[in-house]
């Protein structure tokens, strides 16, 4: 290669890169490993790929913990790596927590529309800490506080279909059972969701970031 040829755009991007990004693009993997898990055990009912799923979740929590330090240890921030580290919570926090909801048997109508409901709410939480994380920082290089509980607590949530798995409680046995709502089907235990949702885009619940 010419060396005074300018290199190809996607090499130079890749320079771009920092250490804490590809920490980043591990959590995304996590998520977009716990989505194939999660389609795999709706194909052939294994429980092995539920709990791989539901495994993947803590792990991309690990990642997503550890590019943040990374960052501030190499004093290495960026707008790609705001913007990567968004992106890679709303696949492993946002769509794949409503993957495994939806592999355990949460499969009705209402099902799917309060799934739907939990990541537009965490598409927005994120959206409104990018553009808002300046002012929350009040002049420093640190936000104070979330507004709105972080995307990364619906770890909390896979914890849950996980013990439902691991009891036997999952597709016809679920907890709480099925109600038939205007002739949809609504399984109670979606409402966690909901309640996740609802709690990531609240603007009066404030919580110190460590």
């Known amino acids: ?9 996607h090499f130079s991007m890749i320079r771009g890169f920092h250490l804490a990004d590809f920490l980043t693009l591990a959590n995304a993997a996590c998520g977009a490993g716990a989505v ?3 389609m795999f055990y709706v194909d052939e009912g294994s429980l092995p790929y539920f709990y791989a799923a539901a495994a993947l979740a ?5 990642f997503d913990t ?3 330090k990374v960052a501030r240890w190499r004093q290495q921030h960026s707008a790609l790596g705001r913007e990567l580290d968004s992106l890679a919570d709303v696949i492993s926090f946002g769509v794949a927590p409503a993957a ?3 592999a355990a048997g949460m499969r009705g109508a209402w099902d799917c529309i309060a799934l739907a409901y939990f990541v537009c709410c965490g598409v927005s939480r994120l959206a409104r800490f990018n553009v808002t994380a300046e002012a ?6 640190k936000v104070k506080y979330f ?3 972080p995307i990364p607590t619906s770890v ?12 036997g409680r999952i597709g016809d046995a679920l907890w709480g059972g099925v109600w038939n709502v205007a002739g949809w089907q609504l399984h109670p235990l979606v409402l966690l969701f909901v309640l996740s949702g609802s709690l990531m885009i609240s603007k009066t619940l404030r919580i110190p970031k460590p």
């Open 1 to 9: 290669m010419n060396p005074d040829r300018p290199a190809p755009r």
């Open 36 to 38: 194939f898990c999660a």
């Open 58 to 62: 803590p792990a991309a929590f690990i």
């Open 66 to 68: 550890f590019d943040g």
């Open 100 to 102: 495994l909801a939806f």
């Open 136 to 141: 929350l920082s009040e002049g420093g290089d």
């Open 147 to 149: 507004e709105g509980t």
């Open 156 to 167: 909390v949530l896979v914890g849950v279909l996980a013990l439902a798995a691991w009891q």
